[in-house]
Structures are given as structure tokens and as C-alpha cells.
């Protein structure tokens, strides 16, 4: 872990016959050039969002953050190959297998960006307020074992075991529709993102209807107005 990124990658290689396993570069330097159109749409000494970093130790993270920018919606991110795979989903994730949520791709976001909550000044890229809306873990189904894979192809099936979301979900990469074209490296894409049908199903569930940081307890009125929330976030 040379480089303090969680991303580094272990790969055998053989030299003068000797089979060593040595820390490689190549998963950080992909992470790096992930994040490259995300680095430059933003200007670091004005925005509090972080540049880089990393989440706690062990892989697999996922956040959503509530963020009203221009438009509200929610960011749906997911631990894919040392950076943040990222869908803007207008009306947030369900729990209701009968809701099938448009998720426009994003920009790859740093791992850095996974306990972010706080303000983006109004002329910044994103300018508003952004609380953590849940946050934990997934874990890709068998029918899609590699995440990074299954995203590349347009459909990926994955457990989340969130404070809010859980159960099975899947995002899938439609055909295109509305005025946005899809972007030749991928953003703008649109997907869906589905809660698939399980005892973790809930007909009729809203995320408006929880409005809540799990970082913090606060609302997102809280934090644009840096208020101290009343509640007590329950730590990850
Ligand atoms: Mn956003």
C-alpha cells in the first residue's frame, strides 16, 4: 500500500525464476486516469470535495448521497476498481421492485468522495448541498461476479447492505432515450436502476420519505444552513 489508495493491486510475477508478488502500479494508475474528467470539472480550492482518497479499508462500498444541485437527485456510487462508478438518479433508489429508476451515468468519483457531506459553492460544478443519504456495502450476485465487467457490459445484479437500502438490485444500461446522448467514454448513459424481488422488497417505498444523513443525522436544509442535526448518526 505504497501509495495510501485502497486500489493497489497484488500480481505474481516471475523474475530470474524466482515467483515474487509485488504490489502493481496499474491498478492505481487506471484509478488515476478514471478520475481525470472529474478532476477537471472541478476547482479544489474552492470546493470542499476531495480530490482523491479513500473509504475505509476492505472493498466493495457503496454510497448514495442526496444532492440538490441544480435539480435534486440522488447519487448512487459503487466501489468499482479503485474509484466511485457513479449514476444520478432523479427520483433516488426504491425498495419497490415496481419502480424502475432512471440512473444517468456519471463521472467516475474519487473513493475520497465517500463520507463527503457538505456545500459546493453555487458557481462550482454540482453547486448545493450534498448529505450522505446511506452508505455500506455490496456484494455482486453470481449471475455478474466481476463488477467492473458487468458494468463495462451494461448490466450488473449486486446485494446492497446499506442503513436504508437492501436486498437485490440491478442496473442496467438501456438504449438511450430523452435529449442527452450518451458520451463516448460512458456518461450520460442511461440506466435503471430496480430493486429486484425479494424479502427485502417494499411496494411504496420512497426515499423522500427518508430524508436523513446516516453520516450525520441532518437534513439536507441542515447542512446547506450548517446546522447541527438532532438526531444521531449511527456510525458504518
Ligand atoms: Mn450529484
Known sequence: MASGHASVNYMGVVVMGYSLCVPSRAGDELAQEKLTQYRAMRDFD??????????????????????????????FRLEVDGVLASWAVPRGPSLDPGQRRLAVRAEDHP???????????????GGGDVIVWDWGTYRASDDTPDAAQAVDAGEFKFELEGEKLHGAFVLVRTAGFGRYRARP????????LIHRRDDDAVPGWDAEDEPYSVKSGRTNDEVATRRRGRRTARPL
Open 185 to 192: 467514454d460512458g456518461s450520460r448513459a442511461k440506466w435503471l
Open 111 to 125: 473513493l475520497g468522495y465517500f463520507a463527503f457531506e457538505g456545500v459546493i459553492p453555487a458557481h462550482e460544478y
Open 46 to 75: 474552492v470546493t470542499a470535495e476531495p480530490a482523491g482518497g479513500s473509504p475505509a479499508a476492505g472493498g466493495g462500498h457503496f454510497v448514495v448521497q442526496r444532492h440538490r444541485a441544480r435539480r435534486l437527485h440522488y447519487d
